[in-house]
Each structure stands twice: as C-alpha cells, then as structure tokens.
C-alpha cells in the first residue's frame, strides 16, 4: 500500500497577491484555502498545496543553474569533500508556507517565494584534518597565546587535560573552553581556510559587479588579504550575494569558522548582512546589561542539542534563494539523525514505522531528562568534530537511567534501516503527485 | 534549522525597567549612539591593543522583535587597529543575536560615519532588519 498526495489542477500564478482565509487555518492542514486577488479584484481560491507545488516546479527549473553555480565556486576546492545540492520539496514547501501565512510574512506570490529561503539547499562537505601527534598538540599549547601573551603553568595543565577529555569539573570545563577554542582556532582555520577565501571572493565579485564596491576600495579598506585581492584582479569568480550568515554550535561546541574569518566575511559582505551567533559560557559582551549568570549560562547551553554548521542564506545568479551549508563529513552524518530527538519533541510526526519506539521513550522524557539527553547529543556532536580536526576524541556514552534505545548508535541504526527501508518503498511506488480535475 | 526552546523563557530572564524611566527608543538610540562615540574617541588607540565595548539598552518598542539592542565595538583580528561598528539585537530568548556592520575601519574613519547627518536613521534601519531576521528564528 502506498500513499496518494492528491493536488488541484495547476492553476495560474497570482498577480496581485493572496489573501488569507484565517478562519480556516488550523496547523497541519493539508487544504488550508488562501483567497487570490486576481487583477480585477475578483476573489479566486486556490488551495496552499497548489502554491507549495507551483514553487517547487519552479525551483526545479532554476535548479541546474544554481547547483552548476556551487559547483563552480566550490568544486575544485582541494579541501572539499563532495557537495551535495537538492530543489526543496512541495511537501516541505507547503509546512514552511503554513508558519508564514502564520506570521503574517506572506502576502503575495512573491513574498511566499522569498520566505522560502532555502529553496535551493547545498551542503559543501569539507575533509577532515589529519590527526595530530601528541608532539604537535603540545608544541601548539607552547606556542599559543592570548592577547599578546603565553598560557601561565595553570592555564597549560588546564588546557591539556580538556583536550585530551580528561575528568573535570563542570566549572573546571567552562574554564578550559575559552583556552580550548583558541587553541583549535588555527586548525578551524586549516580546514575551512579555502572554502571561506572563495566564498570572499565570490561575494567580492558580487558587489564589484553591482557597482557597490571597487578594487581601489577593497585595498584602500583592507577588505581582503593581498594574496586575496591578487587573485580577484586576475581571475574570474561566480558572483554569490549573502543574505545571512549563521555559525551555529553548541554551549562547548567549535564552529565551522572561527570568528576571525566570520569577521572577514562581514568586512567583504558590507552593511546589511546579518550574523546571527550564539552566547559562548562567558555570556554576551555584546549586551553588557544582559550577562548571564553562571547558572543560566549553563542553562541555556544545555538546551541546545549542539547542532553545528556554517549556513548561509544566498541569492543565484539566476535568482534563485538558497542556503548554503558548510560542514565536515562526520558532523554531517550524525546531523542526518540527530535532529530527530528535536522534531518529535516538537510534535513533528514524519518518522517510520521502525522510530515508534524511540518516539515513546522521548516523549517519557521529563524536561529535565530532555535536557541532560540533548547535552549527550552535544558531546556527540563534540566528539565527531573532535575527529574532524585531528583532536583525541573519546566517544560520550549515554547517561546512566537512559534506555538504551535512545544511544546515539541506535539512533543511527534506525536511520540506516529507515533510508533503506525508503529506498524499497520508492520500488514500485506511484507518482506521489496526481492531478485531478 | 535551528533548535531553542523558546517556549521556556523564564521570567527570570526578563529585566523591567520602572516605568517612569522609559525613554523612547529614538532617545534610547541617540543616548547609545552618543556614548559610542565617546568610548570609541577614548578607548581605540592609534595603534596597539583594545578591548572590544559595547553599549546597550531595553527595547521597549513593541514593534521591534528583540529584547536589547546593542550597538558595539569589534577589534579587526585581521587589521592592527582597525575596527568594526556593529548594531546588534538580542532575541527575547536571550539564545541568540542577530548582528550587522554599519562601517569598519580605523577610528577617524568610524567617527566621520558615525557624524553623518543621517546616521541614527541607518541604524534605525538595520535594527528593523534585524527585527525582522529575528522574528524568523
């Protein structure tokens, strides 16, 4: 038996806007209707599954070019493993539409085109480093310095026991964090070095074709470096404009880049682009009112699950919207399964068969133990970029008066039986989509 | 994808101001702006290290989805003395801010931007793009 998404005819594509009919929205509605204001005013109905699939016949379309695109940008990159592109789905489409009509975001064709940002979603996986001898790590410690000045004797111990995952205290650890964050600052850098210079590059190229920007004026304000600046006066790049840039990581987590080279991509980005960050443990210097106490900092970093990525909300050349994602290969297997926790706490039901059971023990889980399980799915995602820099990594075991069902090897377990599971499915499977008159 | 809670925002976390102490958000602005720039004329040296600073205040506008916003100081890791001018907003969850430059460069440059006449006008601006970035989250 498989399933039939029934959809109405294909219907034009509005001209003035849409209008939504509040009094028959309800979350998750498959047939929520939006009224469509033609030209002449007259009101025409068309349902949101309809404006969902229009989208993403559309971003089929525009897919070739932006994928070729990315490609162009990022596929020779010695650094980069494989990338992978994909147009986003109706089905998708249709939930994002919903949250928007929601919030009132929505209130035209093109306003629902635009919300969705990430039509077109690229994921640039780039190689693990090599991992480092013990003689390497500790010539980085002897070498490494804070503003200027070398680690103290207590600094040093400090630093090496948190890299080599030695017991401590939790005020012992949030100590050691900022320490360790410098340390693996050069080896953030190593890994991403290349991808974040094209990427300079490619949003420099932007902005000169634009007109907003010359290279006089790159070097008169230092916006690149000059090995940087050289290769933009004698090569040719894919123009990329940057909407937004998110460098998520958890409460102890490394980023995908290092705020040196979030802060060059800012400089060559111009006004108008957002960063969004999170707090470190130290709390934000940024809101001198609003620091944290040591309590709530800890508070807030174990909500998160310690999802990390580096992400970007892009326009194609072609003008397609798109979200680019920069990760290593392990990180990126583990967030294939990861946020399946989070979705079903969520009220998210999209999962198999094969997760009911894990489904049921989640939703046993008191907030207290939700908590202390996603600070489990942080240090998984620690260790894996652990193993992604070169750094000792010992595997997190899950917390005793855990079911085991809930360990983060049988959460990938369940994801391999499930793929594989979809991939039978797709044998024999009809057309997920049949229109109707 | 992005993964806080911000149905647990506990009340703890929020700050009150007395009410007879509000101020309109176009003066809160111009009071952090002209803070700014007097931090910026005393603490970026022409050379050598600085500290970053920061100066911020409580929104009030409900128009404004965040819960601070913060106009703030970022030494350039690339450039001995140059500097950033960033405006941020904090998300009343307190998990996360949104932030964008206004100008780099070294302090002269900063203070003749920020001297411009229509200077809190593009602050304004950025901070209701940031607003509206926020309320996506």
Redesign the interface.
């Known amino acids: 038996m498989g399933y039939q998404f029934l959809i109405k005819k294909f219907m034009q594509k509005p001209e003035l806007g849409l209008n939504v009919n509040f009094s028959r929205l309800t979350a998750g509605s498959r047939d929520m209707d939006i009224a469509l204001k033609a030209k002449d005013l007259a009101i025409k109905k068309a349902d949101l599954g309809t404006t969902a699939y229009q989208i993403g016949e559309e971003l089929k379309v525009q897919f070739p070019k932006a994928r070729e695109q990315v490609d162009n940008i990022f596929g020779d990159l010695n650094s980069v493993e494989r990338i992978t592109n994909r147009p986003k789905g109706a089905v998708s489409i249709h939930t994002k539409l919903e949250r928007g009509i929601k ?1 009132n ?1 929505i209130n035209s064709y093109e306003t629902a085109v635009k919300y969705i940002g990430d039509g077109i979603g690229s994921r640039v996986i780039t190689r693990p480093l090599e991992k480092l001898s013990r003689a390497q790590i500790k010539k980085m410690v002897e070498e490494l310095k804070i ?2 000045d070398p680690l103290t004797k207590e600094e040093k111990v400090l630093l090496n026991k948190y890299i080599y995952n030695n017991p401590m205290s939790p005020e012992e650890a949030d100590r050691a964090f900022p320490l360790f964050e410098k340390f693996a600052q050069p080896l953030i850098e190593k890994r991403s070095k290349q991808v974040v210079d094209d990427l300079s590059l490619s949003i420099a190229s932007n902005r000169i074709k634009k007109g907003e920007l010359s290279i006089e004026q790159i070097k008169e ?3 690149l ?1 000059e090995d940087l600046i050289k290769r933009l006066e004698t090569e040719e790049f894919e123009p990329l404009e940057v909407l ?1 840039i998110n460098n ?1 990581r958890g409460g102890h987590g490394l980023p995908e880049f290092s ?2 080279q979030i ?2 991509l ?2 060559i ?11 470190d443990l130290a709390g ?7 620091k ?1 106490s040591k309590s ?1 900092a800890k508070e ?1 970093a174990i ?3 310690g ?1 990390r990525t580096g992400q970007m909300n892009i326009i194609h050349s072609n003008g397609a919207r798109g979200e680019i994602q920069f990760r290593g290969p392990y990180t990126n297997y583990f967030g294939e399964y990861e ?1 399946i926790a ?1 979705d079903l ?1 969520q009220g998210k039901n999209t999962l198999g068969p094969l997760f009911n059971d894990y489904k049921r023990e989640i939703s046993r889980l008191s ?1 207290y133990k939700y908590a202390r399980y996603n600070k489990y799915l942080e240090e998984c995602y620690n260790y894996y970029n652990r193993l992604e820099l070169g750094l000792p990594a010992v595997k997190p075991k899950l917390p005793k008066g855990f079911n085991k069902i809930l360990s983060e090897e049988n959460m990938k377990k369940l994801y391999e039986a499930n793929e594989a599971r979809l991939e039978n499915l797709k044998a024999g499977f009809s057309p997920h989509f049949v229109e109707v008159a | ?5 911000i149905k ?1 925002i506990n009340n703890k ?1 929020i ?1 009150m101001m007395p009410k007879k102490m509000e101020k309109k958000f176009s003066e809160e602005l111009n009071n952090v702006i002209l803070k700014m720039k007097n931090r910026i004329s005393r603490e970026i040296p022409d050379k050598g ?1 600085f500290r ?1 600073f ?5 929104n009030k506008d409900k128009n404004i989805f965040a ?2 916003i ?1 106009l ?1 100081i ?1 030494k ?4 001995e003395g ?1 500097a ?1 001018l ?1 405006v ?1 907003a ?1 998300h009343p969850s ?12 070294r302090r002269d440059d900063i203070l003749k931007f920020m001297n411009k006449d229509n200077f809190s006008q593009k602050v304004a601006e ?1 901070i209701n ?2 607003s509206e ?1 926020l ?3």
């Open positions: 919030e975001k503003n200027g304000q230092n916006l470096s937004l998520y705020s040196r802060q060059a800012r400089k980005c111009g006004s108008g682009v957002i960063v969004n960050s999170r707090p934000y210097n940024k809101f001198p009112n609003y944290y709530e807030f909500k998160a699950s999802y946020h989070y706490r907030d | 994808m992005i993964k806080y809670d647990k976390h700050r290290y970053n920061a100066e911020d205040f409580e819960r601070a913060s703030n970022e350039d890791e690339n450039i140059g950033l960033l941020s904090l307190m998990n996360v801010d949104a932030t964008s430059m206004l100008v780099c460069g950025e793009k940031l970035s309320k996506r989250i």
